[in-house]
């Protein structure tokens, strides 16, 4: 078993929470390996070395936030094939950031401490990868992967002020995660702007300006908030969940309801299903993969029905 760390994960705390989860896998995996990379490029490095290995570690552990799961997804897969890199692999995960969202729901079982984790892998399941083929704003092309959702407009603009952190924020992120959370959604709420946007499914088209637009494989996203839609992590399909324009009243009073789970009776919501989902926004735009911020000019989304295993929680 590979765990690749993000010592900087969570306000730097990381490490600290890592400790009483260490000494659990090290008696249950005398085998264990832990890398802490010195950046995000040494963390793809080294896993892309152990998966080409002529014996890959049969797990790997992304161990920090939803942030490190998702680079060592895209470490894992390989663009050439859509499959993982090593025939076999399966990934998991402890929970050591600030949303944690690849975990949820967190059944009590599956904690160590206060700490969640997915480190079953022999009761691993097969699901479902996102796959995202976009064009820059710099007019090259690239394919990223993804877990729980892309999203483009608010909670997008949300992500990104949130991975940016500065002045107030930034200090509210070092004493509270839940405050910083909120404070970011109320300044993104605050300067928002609809942004106008073709989306086009299978047989569909939505081309209003939207606040935001969700793709998901997991209900669960920014922190705290869900939604109350079908998706599941097999099930070969995306849910698109847009929230139609709104002033910032009504669209606070939506984002308040999605802290209860509530979205498919608001008066802004508008729900699609399908596998293959495209994205024209009218100029660049931040795209959101797992809580990381990509600015794109466009991007196709199209679900890889279970091409990967994944520990159990």
């Not at 599941?232 to 009243?249: H, K």
């Not at 009504?250 to 293959?276: E, H, N, Q, W």
Request: glycine share 8%; net charge positive.
């Amino acid at each position: 078993m590979l765990v690749v760390l993000n010592p900087r994960s969570n306000a730097g705390t990381a490490l600290r929470r890592w400790e009483p989860v260490e000494s659990v896998l090290r008696a249950r995996h005398p085998d264990l390996t832990v890398e802490l990379p010195a950046d995000a490029q040494h963390a793809t490095e080294l896993v892309r070395a152990a998966v080409t290995r002529p014996k890959p570690p049969p797990v790997l552990v992304a161990a920090g936030g939803d942030g490190m799961v998702n680079l060592v997804l895209n470490a894992l897969m390989d663009p050439a094939t859509d499959r993982p890199r090593a025939v076999g692999s399966t990934l998991g995960a402890v929970g050591l950031g600030s949303s944690n969202d690849f975990h949820k729901p967190v059944p009590h079982s599956a904690r160590v401490g206060s700490i969640p984790v997915r480190i079953d892998a022999a009761r691993a399941d097969l699901v479902d990868v996102g796959k995202a083929s976009v064009l820059l704003a710099d007019g090259t092309r690239a394919v990223r992967y993804f877990l729980l959702n892309a999203s483009m407009g608010l909670v997008a603009a949300g992500n990104h002020s949130f991975n940016q952190a500065a002045g107030l924020i930034g200090w509210l992120k070092s004493r509270s995660v839940d405050a910083a959370i909120l404070a970011t959604a109320l300044a993104t709420i605050a300067t928002h702007r609809p942004l106008p946007v073709a989306v086009r499914g299978d047989d569909w088209m939505h081309a209003a300006p939207i606040t935001n637009i969700g793709v998901l494989k997991s209900v669960h996203f920014a922190g705290g908030m869900h939604y109350d839609t079908a998706v599941t992590r097999a099930d070969g399909r995306f849910d698109v969940n847009i929230w139609a324009e709104a002033g910032r009243l009504r669209t606070l009073g939506l984002v308040a309801g999605l802290y209860a789970g509530r979205f498919r009776r608001s008066r802004l919501a508008v729900c699609y299903r399908d596998s293959v989902v495209e994205l024209r926004p009218d100029r660049p735009a931040p795209l959101e993969l797992d809580g990381e911020i990509t600015m794109v000019e466009s991007a196709r989304l199209e679900v890889l029905p279970r091409v990967l295993k994944v520990c159990a929680a």
